[in-house]
C-alpha cells in the first residue's frame, strides 16, 4: 500500500496546487483515479502572518510542527508543506516532529543538480529570497544562487500578497516575473527557483527566460515517490 501524504498547509492557492498535482501525477504510477491517501491542515493563514511579520521563526515552526502532528493522528506517515517561506521555522523545530518531512528546497535542489543546472535565481517572498532556506539547501546540493535587487524584490512580494495568495492573476504582473527572471539570467544564472508555491500558477515556462523550477510541482511529485516507494 501507498504511504499516506499529510499536507501541511499555508496559504490556499499554493496547497491547493500541490494536491490536485499528487493527485493528478500519482495515476501515471496508481492507474485512473489513483493516488496516496491524502490528509491536509491548515490553522488560519493570519496566524502564520502575524508570526511571520514578527520575525518569530521558531513559532511559525511550532505551528507547522502543531498541523504536523494532526495529519499523523489521521494516520499521515510523512509530511509536506506547500509553501517555501515557512520553511525557516521548520529549519529550526524539524528534529521535534512526530513524523517526517520532505523539505521543499531539498526537493529544488536535488532537480536542479539532476538537470544539471549550477547558478539558480531564486524567486519568492521578500522572507524567503533573504532568508536561509533556499542557501542552505542549494548550498548542500553545491549549487549558486542570486535573488533580485531589492526593488524588484519588493514588488514580487507585493504581488505575492496583494493578488497571487488571493487568487489573483494579471498579465501584467506575469510580464514583470518574466522581466525579472530576464535580469537574473544577464547576471549569470542559468535556471529560476519558483519559490513560492503561487508562482508557478502565473509564470509559464514557455515564454520564460529561464528554465523553471516549480517547488511546488517538484515537492508534489517527490511526495507521490515516497508514497508508492
Same mark, same amino acid.
Not at 521548520?90 to 521543499?104: C, F, Y
Not at 528546497?105 to 531564486?122: D, I, S
Not at 544577464?186 to 516549480?214: F, H, S
Given at each position: 500500500?501507498?504511504?499516506?501524504?499529510?499536507?501541511?498547509?499555508?496559504?490556499?492557492?499554493?496547497?491547493? %496546487?500541490?494536491?490536485?498535482?499528487?493527485?493528478?501525477?500519482?495515476?501515471?504510477?496508481?492507474?485512473?483515479?489513483?493516488?496516496?491517501?491524502?490528509?491536509?491542515?491548515?490553522?488560519?493563514?493570519?496566524?502564520?502572518?502575524?508570526?511571520?511579520?514578527?520575525?518569530?521563526?521558531?513559532?511559525?515552526?511550532?505551528?507547522?510542527?502543531?498541523?504536523?502532528?494532526?495529519?499523523?493522528?489521521?494516520?499521515?506517515?510523512?509530511?509536506?508543506?506547500?509553501?517555501?517561506?515557512?520553511?525557516?521555522?521548520?529549519?529550526?523545530?524539524?528534529?521535534?516532529?512526530?513524523?517526517?518531512?520532505?523539505?521543499?528546497?531539498?526537493?529544488?535542489?536535488?532537480?536542479?543538480?539532476?538537470?544539471?543546472?549550477?547558478?539558480?535565481?531564486?524567486?519568492?517572498?521578500?522572507?524567503?529570497?533573504?532568508?536561509?532556506?533556499?542557501?542552505?539547501?542549494?548550498?548542500?546540493?553545491?549549487?549558486?544562487?542570486?535573488?533580485?535587487?531589492?526593488?524588484?524584490?519588493?514588488?514580487?512580494?507585493?504581488?505575492?500578497?496583494?493578488?497571487? +495568495?488571493?487568487? +489573483?492573476?494579471?498579465?501584467?504582473?506575469? %510580464?514583470?516575473?518574466?522581466?525579472? +527572471?530576464?535580469? %537574473?539570467?544577464?547576471?549569470?544564472?542559468?535556471?529560476?527557483?519558483?519559490?513560492?508555491?503561487?508562482?508557478?500558477?502565473?509564470?509559464?515556462?514557455?515564454?520564460?527566460?529561464?528554465?523553471?523550477?516549480?517547488?511546488?510541482?517538484?515537492?508534489?511529485?517527490?511526495?507521490?515517490?515516497?508514497?508508492?516507494?
Amino acid at each position: 500500500m501507498a504511504k499516506h501524504i499529510g499536507i501541511v498547509a499555508c496559504s490556499a492557492e499554493g496547497a491547493a %496546487l500541490c494536491y490536485t498535482t499528487i493527485c493528478t501525477e500519482a495515476q501515471r504510477e496508481m492507474g485512473e483515479f489513483g493516488h496516496p491517501e491524502i490528509t491536509m491542515h491548515t490553522p488560519p493563514f493570519a496566524q502564520y502572518m502575524k508570526l511571520i511579520y514578527a520575525g518569530d521563526w521558531e513559532a511559525v515552526g511550532r505551528l507547522m510542527l502543531a498541523s504536523a502532528r494532526i495529519v499523523a493522528q489521521a494516520g499521515a506517515d510523512f509530511a509536506v508543506s506547500p509553501d517555501n517561506t515557512i520553511h525557516q521555522g521548520l529549519d529550526l523545530v524539524r528534529d521535534r516532529s512526530a513524523i517526517p518531512w520532505l523539505h521543499i528546497a531539498e526537493c529544488v535542489g536535488e532537480e536542479a543538480k539532476g538537470r544539471g543546472f549550477t547558478h539558480l535565481g531564486v524567486l519568492g517572498t521578500k522572507y524567503l529570497m533573504t532568508g536561509p532556506v533556499y542557501p542552505r539547501a542549494l548550498k548542500a546540493a553545491g549549487i549558486a544562487w542570486e535573488i533580485p535587487e531589492e526593488r524588484d524584490r519588493a514588488r514580487i512580494d507585493d504581488i505575492i500578497f496583494k493578488e497571487l +495568495v488571493n487568487g +489573483v492573476f494579471t498579465e501584467q504582473s506575469r %510580464l514583470y516575473f518574466n522581466e525579472v +527572471v530576464g535580469k %537574473l539570467k544577464k547576471r549569470g544564472c542559468d535556471a529560476a527557483v519558483l519559490g513560492c508555491t503561487e508562482i508557478p500558477l502565473i509564470v509559464k515556462p514557455e515564454d520564460c527566460p529561464l528554465p523553471t523550477l516549480d517547488s511546488t510541482r517538484l515537492l508534489a511529485r517527490a511526495a507521490i515517490r515516497r508514497a508508492i516507494g
